[in-house]
């Protein structure tokens, strides 16, 4: 039935995260871009999907632990 559409605070609590993370571990943009983009697909976080969101926070995560 296709993709469950991500509410607004979901979905910036996903980015956060992510953001969070970057930030932390001083990425540069270009790093930041190429990580997401062999992570999911896509270089930034505008435009993905719920699960897509979940996979890249969750690996940004673990970068961290």
């Known amino acids: 039935q296709g993709e469950v559409t991500l509410s607004p605070r979901s979905a910036e609590a996903y980015r956060k995260s992510i953001h969070a993370v970057k930030k932390q571990k001083n990425m540069k943009d ?27 926070a969750g690996l940004f995560q673990a970068m961290v632990r």
């Open 30 to 56: 270009k790093d930041y871009r190429n990580f997401l983009l062999s992570a999911v697909g896509k270089d930034s976080t505008k435009g993905m999907t719920e699960g897509e969101l979940a996979q890249a």
